[in-house]
């Protein structure tokens, strides 16, 4: 069976590199948390739930791409997520890539 209409659910696995990418590209630039970088995803159309986002930001963590330390927000404390430099050249590198591949993709190079 040919699928007619893009299922976003359906392909989600082939956009799970790209979410932590950007995740990535986002910790570089700034302190992230959960919920705030949900909401950027949302914004380019990722729909993720906190059940599949926060064991992604652990996993990043996990791998040395990310630091987390704990931030006072009001009364409560919130998780925040920086970039490592080992993240950051990881990122590097992955702008490579993509380049490579948005050429060959959408410039048909």
């Known amino acids: 069976m040919t699928k007619t209409k893009?299922?976003?659910a359906d392909d989600r696995h082939l956009y799970s590199g790209l979410i932590r990418l950007h995740i990535l590209h986002?910790?570089?630039?700034?302190?992230?948390f959960g919920l705030?970088?949900?909401?950027e995803l949302g914004r380019h159309g990722?729909?993720?739930?906190?059940g599949t986002l926060y064991p992604l930001l652990h996993s990043l963590?996990?791998?040395?791409?990310?630091?987390?330390s704990e931030q006072r927000n009001g009364k409560s404390l919130r998780k925040?997520?920086?970039?490592?430099?080992?993240?950051?050249?990881?990122?590097a590198a992955?702008?490579?890539?993509?380049?490579?591949?948005?050429g060959e993709l959408i410039e048909g190079r």
């Open 46 to 50: 990722y729909r993720i739930s906190p």
């Open 6 to 8: 893009v299922d976003y």
């Open 94 to 102: 992955a702008k490579i890539k993509l380049r490579e591949l948005f």
């Open 36 to 39: 705030g970088m949900a909401e």
């Open 80 to 91: 925040v997520y920086r970039a490592t430099p080992l993240g950051r050249k990881a990122l």
């Open 26 to 32: 986002h910790a570089a630039e700034e302190a992230i």
């Open 61 to 68: 963590e996990k791998k040395g791409y990310l630091r987390s």
